[in-house]
C-alpha cells in the first residue's frame, strides 16, 4: 500500500493551496480517508475525514469553513482544498486511510495506512 501526498508549498497568509493524495495497493473505496497534520514542535493532529462515498465529512474546527475534502473513486485520490490559510495552518500534512468506514474517527490509531506528508509553509 502506497499513499502518496503532495501539493504542499509556500504561500501568503490569505492564499490558497490544494493538497493530494494518490493511493495505490487498496482497494480505495475500501476505506475512509482522513488528513493529519504535524506543526513543528507540536503533536500530530486530525483535520478532516472522508467517508468512503464522499457522502460524510468532519473537520477539526480549526479548519472548518476553510477547508474542504473530495475523494475520487474512480482515480484512487483525495484531495484537500485550503483557502484563507493562516501561519498556524504551516505543517507537515499527512493522508491516511481507515478501513472503518462510515465512523467519525479522529485518532491517528485508528488509520492503517499513512502517506509521507507533504510540508505547508504559510508566511504572514
Known amino acids: 500500500v502506497q499513499l502518496q501526498a503532495s501539493g504542499g508549498g509556500l504561500v501568503q497568509a490569505g492564499g490558497s493551496l490544494r493538497l493530494s493524495c494518490a493511493a495505490s495497493?487498496?482497494?480505495?473505496?475500501?476505506?475512509?480517508m482522513g488528513w493529519f497534520r504535524q506543526a513543528p514542535g507540536k503533536e500530530r493532529e486530525f483535520v478532516v475525514r472522508?467517508?468512503?462515498?464522499?457522502?460524510?465529512?468532519w473537520y477539526a474546527d480549526s479548519v472548518k469553513g476553510r477547508f474542504t475534502i473530495s475523494r475520487d473513486n474512480a482515480k484512487n485520490t483525495v484531495s484537500l482544498q485550503m483557502n484563507s490559510l493562516k501561519p498556524e495552518d504551516t505543517a507537515v500534512y499527512y493522508c491516511?486511510?481507515?478501513?472503518?468506514?462510515?465512523?467519525?474517527?479522529?485518532?491517528?490509531?485508528?488509520?492503517?495506512?499513512w502517506g509521507q506528508g507533504t510540508l505547508v509553509t504559510v508566511s504572514s
Open positions: 491516511a486511510a481507515d478501513p472503518a468506514r462510515g465512523y467519525p474517527r479522529f485518532g491517528q490509531a485508528d488509520y492503517n495506512y
Open positions: 495497493g487498496l482497494i480505495f473505496d475500501s476505506y475512509d
Open positions: 472522508i467517508t468512503w462515498s464522499g457522502s460524510r465529512s
